[in-house]
């Protein structure tokens, strides 16, 4: 099998029930209402009712030690699937609306990357991710704020939240300044908005587009983003969660993939979406026609197009190549 990686994962989207109990436990706090739905279950009934969820639960993640427990926990369980690289989407403003500084956060999330390092073999970087619906202003700030020294593990720049309601274009200022300070750039689009919004998305200084998947509802899009080499950060499972395609069979990942666009796989938001990085190749390869040398390929293509430094990428790349598949890292 082959060795996994993902570049699409929010952070505070990986913690499942049982550690939201505990970390609100830990910091002598309720979790707040309306989080769950049964002792193992997040609830929500629509794309925009999980955003309001995830912010609610997000809420019992409080200071670096929680940051810490989060990512080592998820990074360990990517590495028992297999996972050798994840990108982990972090989110400044969530840090900010519980009062703990970002440089907190972001410490807790590489000691998290560490301790996993030294315990499982996997790597991780961090893309910081700004949240739309928060405005554009909060974008420029996180993109400001991070432009001149920073962790050294923070590698990338992201946009997630409402998408329909807050269109790619008028955050083109904090791409800018992301853009020039070396963050590698990437954009939720075409996931809850159409392929107007993937063509919008495009005129950012981006490589790639976090789903972009309905682009494929405009063939000269797909032609246009084979031809730049956009890579997209697939999340199938995700994706028919949150009922943006009816079923795995109806998802156009092997359609875009056949196109020659360039795709890798992601979770998302693991727990509250019943996904995992090793049933995305999972689904892959059983629902959606994928061989064993493709899955490989989509393997690849997640580290090249990784925000890391090329020496990591160049020692992933021997990791997945190298017989016996232990860590060279
Ligand atoms: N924030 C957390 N998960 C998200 C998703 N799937 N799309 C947009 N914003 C998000
Ligand atoms: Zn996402």
Redesign the pocket.
């Known amino acids: 099998m082959t060795a996994l990686a993902e570049l699409h994962v929010?952070l505070e989207?990986t913690a499942p029930p049982d550690l939201i109990r505990r970390l609100a436990d830990r910091n002598g706090i309720p979790v707040p209402d309306g989080v769950f739905d049964g002792p193992d279950r997040f609830k929500w009934v629509d794309f925009l009712d999980f955003?309001r969820t995830?912010d609610r639960a997000a809420t019992v993640i409080r200071t670096a030690e929680d940051y810490r427990d989060v990512t080592y926990e998820y990074l360990v369980s990517c590495a028992r699937q297999g996972a050798i690289y994840v990108e982990l989407l972090v989110s400044p403003d969530h840090a900010q609306s519980v009062g703990l500084p970002p440089s907190e956060q972001q410490a807790g999330v590489a000691q998290g990357i560490d301790d996993a390092r030294r315990d499982a073999g996997i790597e991780a970087r961090i893309v910081l991710v700004a949240v739309r619906n928060f405005g554009v202003q909060a974008a420029i700030d996180i993109a400001q704020s991070h432009a001149g020294e920073r962790h050294p593990y923070i590698v990338g720049f992201n946009l997630?939240?409402d998408?329909a309601g807050y269109p790619p274009a008028q955050f083109a200022p904090a791409y800018e300044i992301a853009s020039r300070a070396g963050l590698g750039c990437t954009v939720?689009a075409g996931?809850?908005a159409g392929a107007g919004s993937v063509r919008e998305a495009l005129t950012l200084p981006v490589t790639r587009l976090s789903h972009g998947v309905r682009a494929v509802e405009d063939p000269a899009l797909v032609q246009d983003i084979a031809d730049r080499g956009i890579v997209l950060e697939a999340?199938p499972t995700?994706n028919v969660a949150?009922q943006v395609f009816p079923s795995y069979e109806e998802h156009p990942l092997r359609r875009l993939y056949e196109a020659g666009v360039k795709v890798t796989l992601g979770s998302?938001?693991p727990p509250y979406f019943g996904a995992s990085i090793g049933g995305e190749y999972a689904v892959a390869r059983e629902r959606l026609g994928f061989g064993e040398g493709e899955l490989e390929s989509l393997t690849r293509t997640a580290i090249e197009a990784s925000f890391a430094d090329d020496a990591l990428k160049r020692a992933l790349l021997k990791r997945m190549t190298a017989k016996d598949g232990r860590s060279n890292l």
């Open positions: 929010h989207g955003l995830y997630a939240g998408e939720h996931e809850h999340c995700s949150t998302d938001d």
